[in-house]
Nanobody, 124 residues
């Protein structure tokens, strides 16, 4: 069974940085397209960033473009999200997800597996 476990969340001041990690086990990580989503209280889960299984393509939500960077280490079965210049509106639970059906995916329904999430709180 495929399992995804996020880590690296926390409390940071506006303008600061965090690096999230997502360790994937029980499957073939190098064949999955991967993504990050986030969900703020009272809001729908929204797309943040995605990366193809070959690392050749990435895609970002407009709200994080230029501030966040998605990357992956297939040898370590780990996905990353480097978040810089954080803003209070970035506060949310961040979830990683794996897709077996698309080369790169930005829609929730294209993802098969999800992690439980890690809380990111940005204070003003």
């Amino acid at each position: 069974q495929v399992q995804l476990v996020e880590s690296g969340g926390g409390l940071v001041q506006a303008g600061g940085s965090l690096r999230l990690s997502c360790l994937v086990s029980g499957g073939t990580f190098s064949t999955y397209a991967m993504g990050w989503f986030r969900q703020a209280p009272g809001k729908e889960r929204e797309f943040v960033a995605a990366i193809s299984w070959r690392k050749s393509s990435t895609y970002y939500a407009d709200s994080v473009k230029g501030r966040f960077t998605i990357s992956r280490d297939n040898a370590k079965s780990t996905l990353y999200l480097q978040m810089n210049s954080l803003k209070p509106e970035d506060t949310a639970v961040y979830h990683c997800a794996a897709s077996t059906v698309a080369p790169i995916a930005t829609i929730r329904d294209e993802y098969d597996y999800w992690g439980q999430g890690t809380q990111v709180t940005v204070s003003s």
